[in-house]
């Protein structure tokens, strides 16, 4: 009879346990990564592809930025691929991905470049945390401000969002066929702040610049996060400015984590686990009732 319960018991604990790990680490999001990046000389838009790695399964999507403003647009988007993928019933999306390379298929790629061998570096700096809780971590995040220097002249600010105070910053740098005096920087950093962080990738235009060299580095940016090479630019924080923001360095960085805190994780388990265990002691009562009965 104590068999009997020690079997019934362990099962539900087994079944039980496996439904809450299924419930804590299902994931819906990923990384935002943009890759592919090819220019348009009578336009001036720089095209690229990007790829939102999330739960919906969605194509990369093509879309440009303008070497005049920095504007961004979306030209064939997942909405799109949705669209032509219900009228045609292919859901591999090959006329979606037809109608985006004969838009870029004659384009010639962007050029990497060694960022510290063209003088340029980056400084950073917090300019507002945002608080949140476990119950809203989309509220999570921290506002950064990028400055973009060569030779020590400030050439650009960009804006950029974040997950952490203390987070890395990576940087990829890009020179475009025909163009003298501009670049494109790719930001790289965690900076979808649910579910524990994902990582975001963006584009920005750098005006006024100076190309001394465009010797080839070894790497090429694929529909993954980005990789650092010897190109580029790794960036914290400059340390230096923010001593003088003692309420921002002092700020506890688990009031800003996006993943969930593990010491509410260990008691939620252990709750979890003493359930399954009464559970257990009452169904293996209920067993002996019925077979005294029989």
């Avoid at 592809?49 to 999507?61: I, V």
């Avoid at 917090?126 to 401000?145: R, S, Y």
């Avoid at 501009?182 to 610049?209: A, N, Q, W």
């Amino acid at each position: 009879m104590k068999k009997n319960f020690l079997i019934q018991g362990v099962s539900i604990l087994i079944i039980v346990f496996s439904l809450f790990f299924n419930r804590v680490e299902a994931t819906t999001g990923g990384p935002y990564v943009v890759y592919d990046l090819k220019y348009n000389p009578i336009t001036k838009l720089v095209y690229f592809l990007s790829a939102d790695q999330g739960g919906r399964g969605c194509p990369s999507e093509l879309k440009s930025i303008s070497l005049v403003n920095g504007e961004l647009s979306t030209l064939y988007s997942c909405d799109d691929a949705e669209k032509q993928a219900a009228i045609d019933g292919d859901f591999y999306f090959k006329d979606y991905l037809q109608k985006i390379n004969l838009i870029v298929e004659n384009l010639d790629f962007a050029k990497l470049i060694n960022l510290r061998k063209n003088n340029i570096r980056i400084e950073t700096n917090v300019v507002k945390v945002k608080e949140c809780t476990e119950d809203t971590p989309w509220l999570c995040g921290v506002d950064f401000m990028a400055t973009v220097f060569q030779d020590n002249v400030k050439k650009a600010e960009i804006p950029f969002s974040g997950c952490n105070v203390d987070q890395p910053l990576i940087v990829d740098g890009y020179s475009l066929p025909g163009v003298t005096d501009k670049i494109i920087l790719i930001f790289s950093r965690k900076g979808l702040c649910y579910e524990g962080g994902y990582i975001l990738e963006s584009l920005h235009v750098i005006s006024d610049i100076k190309i001394l060299d465009e010797g080839y580095i070894s790497s090429y940016k694929t529909s993954s996060p980005l990789l650092p090479h010897e190109g580029s630019l790794f960036v914290y924080i400059n340390t230096d400015k923010q001593l003088e923001k003692e309420e921002i360095l002092n700020i506890d960085n688990n009031k800003i984590e996006a993943s969930p805190n593990k010491d509410y994780k260990t008691i939620e388990l252990f709750a979890t686990a003493v359930a399954a265990i009464l559970l257990g002691i009452f169904l293996g009562r209920i067993s002996k009732k019925q077979k005294i009965t029989q």
